[in-house]
């Protein structure tokens, strides 16, 4: 199966500082990546999407300066929650889809990030 | 009316026995119908996928589609303690991933 590796598993930064998340699919090209945030006990909430070369798109209410997203090549999306704060503390998780080969989804592990 | 509504739990069972759990959703356009498996602090994992209305099995797990009534359901047959986690309902009108829209997810304990 398809697997989309997410590093790290667990960050924890001081406020004003800055985090980097990473997600790579390991076995297949991923023209469109997508970047989530769970809060405990509910359900996955689309940030952003990343196409590969180009900018994202920031769902309503993200803010694209704080998170930012590179895309750079087909195999690569990093998140960087930039000057983090204690309410950005949540669980980062990143997807991938594989292109025309079918509509599926595959997900990275999930990063816990906590801002002291 | 949310798009996907999916009764959040939590949803208790002994061992060995037969769950089913449901997705009813508004949508007409959706196509592709997933089910995800995700234990806590964990990602998403891919149980089952299906296009369109049926039925797929795979191992103890079956997935069936009813367009019709917009209505899907995952069976897990002889569950198991290590069943237990929260499973996600997800369905797209097929756009490359794009518009994919997630259940709440139920949240499953399988009691050894």
């Known amino acids: 199966g398809a697997v989309v590796s997410q590093h790290p598993s667990w960050v924890i930064c001081k406020s004003g500082t800055s985090v980097k998340i990473e997600c790579r699919s390991l076995?297949?090209?991923?023209?469109?990546m997508f970047w989530y945030r769970q809060f405990p006990k509910q359900s996955l909430m689309l940030m952003a999407t990343?196409?590969?070369?180009?900018?994202?798109?920031?769902e309503q209410g993200v803010e694209k300066d704080k998170f930012l997203i590179n895309h750079a090549s087909l195999t690569l999306s990093t998140l960087t929650v930039t000057s983090a704060h204690p309410e950005d503390s949540s669980f980062y998780i990143c997807?991938?889809?594989?292109?025309?080969?079918?509509?599926?989804?595959?997900f990275g592990s999930g990063t816990q990030l906590s801002v002291l | 009316q949310k798009e996907v509504e999916q009764d959040p739990g939590p949803l208790s069972v002994p061992e060995g026995a037969i769950v089913s759990l449901n997705c009813t959703y508004s949508?007409?356009?959706?196509?592709?119908f997933m089910w995800y498996r995700q234990y806590s602090r964990k990602g998403p994992e891919l149980l089952m996928y299906t296009y369109s209305s049926g039925n797929k099995e795979d191992g103890r797990f079956t997935a069936q589609v009813d367009k019709s009534s917009k209505y899907i359901s995952l069976f897990i047959r002889d569950s198991q303690p290590s069943d237990s986690a929260t499973y996600l309902c997800a369905m797209s009108a097929g756009n490359y991933g794009q518009n994919f829209v997630f259940g709440p997810g139920t949240r499953l304990s399988v009691l050894p």
């Open positions: 949508n007409s356009a959706f196509q592709y």
């Open positions: 997807s991938a889809h594989p292109g025309a080969r079918s509509e599926k989804l595959f």
């Open positions: 990343s196409n590969e070369g180009s900018k994202a798109t920031y």
């Open positions: 076995d297949f090209q991923a023209t469109t």
